[in-house]
């Protein structure tokens, strides 16, 4: 085995880790645009566009991540190996989770470029895959961060708590809200919900009384 390049190692490393922040932002934007909620400072639609514009930059620090990866003679890592998991002869399990979460995110980037012509449910049911690709792409950098097949320590560890924590906060509070009844918003609903069936005559119970009680006062 020759001689590893230093200068490529490194970007290695580097453009591994800015992919570690990138894609953990990428995906806590995600959830803040699917909940509907935006940063401080700015309004919705610029939620969306900075989640957009990071994917766009992520995905392009992985590209160099990936090409320096395969270009460092450190270890012995083709195209193939990028793109075709758990084939490498080297650490074939925790590089083949890097080249599954690449997998699934190129999925996703192509299929919203494309999403005009896919139409949103379909590009919604490819969109779930960044999801999946984000904790893949996280024990992938765990098991390979230090580029000799251990894993990560010191403040490469904190920086992976730092980014971890607060996505899975967001998804939580996803899940949550969306396991929990959705309150009617239509007129019939929201009549069904008082105690009225949408016909407007009142129900037994609760909505009876109401009604009666409504009546009685008009009549006084």
Known sequence: MTATTPVLWYASQATGVVCLVLFSAVTLLGVMVRL????????????????????LMAMLFLAVHILTAVGDSFVNISLLDAVLPFVS??????????????????????????????????????????????????????????????????????????????????????????????????PAGLLAASGFPATGVPATGAGARDLATTSTRNGA
């Open 36 to 55: 509907r909620t935006s940063l401080p400072g700015l309004p919705r639609f610029g939620t969306v566009t900075l989640h957009r514009s990071l994917s």
């Open 89 to 186: 002869g080297y650490q074939p399990l925790w590089l083949g989770l890097g080249t599954v979460a690449f997998d699934l995110m190129l999925a996703v980037v192509v299929t919203s470029l494309l999403r005009a012509r896919l139409g949103h449910r379909s590009w919604r049911a490819v969109h779930w895959l960044a999801y999946a690709s984000w904790p893949v792409a996280v024990v992938h950098g765990i098991t390979l961060g230090s580029g000799s097949g251990h894993p990560v320590s010191g403040a490469a560890l904190w920086l992976t708590v730092g980014c971890v924590a607060p996505v899975l906060v967001a998804i939580a509070v996803r899940l949550y809200l969306a396991a929990r009844p959705s309150a009617p918003t239509t």
